[in-house]
């Protein structure tokens, strides 16, 4: 079955510190990945997605690569803020058709810290 | 714009006992997903709705059951709950699925059994 595996967490930066997340997964076929946000007591929300190998996603600074031949989506931003931190999920979706293609496999999540 | 709207955000229940959150998706959006987030873990997928009519199940126990109705909400009941039941429960919808179909994703039911 599909999984997503999450670097270790939770990371603590300070401001204008460079970020990494690490991602990898497995799947069979061609998935759609993805990155989610969620901020304390809210809702999951998209941040950046790319749905075949080379593409980039990238949204508020953020960016990830899909790249298929290591099957990773490493989320990185230059400059974090403040405002960042929060809980940063992995996620896949499946390539069978129908509602395979929103039906989501999330990593474990990685707490972000940002201190001024 | 218009969010997913779910029902009631928080919901205390004594074990043994029944719940029903509900979950309106975004107004033309034909699908829908239950997913459950226990404490620090990731959610997990319990299952969907396309056109009102379930279209893929996930780790959802046999005391849970969901619909979606004619105008297109859902409802998850769950019976004879268990301690472990505590936990997040998340509502998303989409529309047309395709690849790299973005889930749109409620606040979330906070429910505590106790």
């Known amino acids: 079955g599909n999984s997503v595996t999450q670097m270790e967490g939770p990371v603590t930066l300070s401001e204008e510190a460079f970020l990494t997340i690490n991602c990898t997964y497995t799947a069979t076929g061609y998935p759609s990945l993805f990155w989610y946000v969620q901020y304390p007591g809210e809702g999951l929300q998209l941040l950046l997605k790319?749905?075949?190998?080379?593409d980039k996603g990238s949204n508020k600074g953020f960016e990830a690569t899909y790249r298929k031949e290591t099957t990773s989506f490493h989320l990185e931003k230059g400059s974090v803020q403040v405002s960042d931190s929060a809980v940063y999920f992995c996620?896949?979706?499946?390539?069978?058709?129908?509602?395979?293609?929103?039906?989501?496999?999330f990593g474990q999540g990685t707490i972000l810290t940002v201190h001024p | 714009a218009a969010g997913v709207i779910q029902s009631p955000r928080h919901l205390i229940k004594e074990k043994r006992e029944t719940a029903t959150l509900k979950c309106y998706p975004i107004?033309?959006?034909?699908?829908v997903y239950w997913y459950q987030q226990g404490p620090g873990q990731d959610p997990q997928f319990l299952i969907s709705?396309?056109?009102?009519?379930?279209?893929d199940k996930g780790s959802i126990p046999d005391r849970f059951s969901a619909q979606q109705f004619s105008d297109y909400h859902s409802e998850l009941n769950m019976s004879s709950l268990e301690l472990g039941d505590s936990a997040l429960y998340f509502c998303?919808?989409?529309?047309?699925?395709?690849?790299?179909?973005?889930?749109?994703f409620g606040q979330g039911t906070r429910l505590t059994v106790v």
């Open positions: 998303a919808s989409s529309f047309l699925v395709d690849r790299g179909t973005e889930a749109f």
């Open positions: 790319a749905t075949k190998a080379d």
């Open positions: 996620a896949l979706s499946g390539d069978a058709g129908g509602t395979s293609y929103g039906k989501l496999t």
């Open positions: 107004p033309r959006h034909d699908t």
């Open positions: 709705f396309y056109e009102k009519m379930q279209s």
